[in-house]
């Protein structure tokens, strides 16, 4: 499968959820599983079944670890940073990113967050503690910027260069 038809492929699903986000700030159930379904149904075509089974265990991993970072924050602060669909939403895309793929995922969804925030307070927008964004956008991006990473090869790069 071509690489730019691979980081396109969850398009028809990371739109919608994303503006479905902006607007009413929730990501649908339905099309985090359909985003899930589509990467174990990818896997399952490419490398078969053993691979759908992989990739749904670190979908399953992925869920486990943000589940556990949203509920140390909201201990730590007593706020909910992260809301549940978000979460959802990175066990989904991790099926097709895999674990390797997730810190990519993160930074990109972290930093172009980062830079909305930042042309907010650009715009005159008041920003602090309480600014509240929705996150699913940033995380449909950070997906897709996962799969270009892997589709060019710049992850291996990317990590042979941290070990090395």
Avoid: C, N
């Amino acid at each position: 499968m071509s690489g730019l038809l691979l980081v396109l492929l969850p398009l028809p699903l990371t739109l919608p959820a994303s503006l479905i986000d902006l607007r009413r700030r929730i990501i649908p159930d339905a099309l985090t599983l359909a985003l899930l379904g589509l990467g174990l149904g990818l896997a399952t075509w490419r490398e078969g079944a053993e691979a759908a089974l992989l990739a749904l265990a670190q979908a399953v991993v992925a869920y486990g670890l943000f589940y556990g970072l949203r509920a140390l924050h909201a201990r730590a602060t007593g706020r909910i940073g992260l809301g549940l669909g978000d979460v959802k939403f990175i066990a989904a895309a991790t099926a097709w990113t895999g674990l390797a793929g997730l810190p990519v995922l993160v930074l990109a969804a972290s930093l172009s967050a980062l830079a909305a925030v930042a042309a907010m307070a650009l715009a005159g927008r008041q920003v602090g503690r309480d600014t509240a964004l929705p996150f699913g956008p940033f995380l449909a991006l950070g997906l897709h910027a996962g799969l270009a990473v892997a589709a060019l090869g710049l992850d291996a790069d990317l990590f042979a260069g941290a070990a090395g």
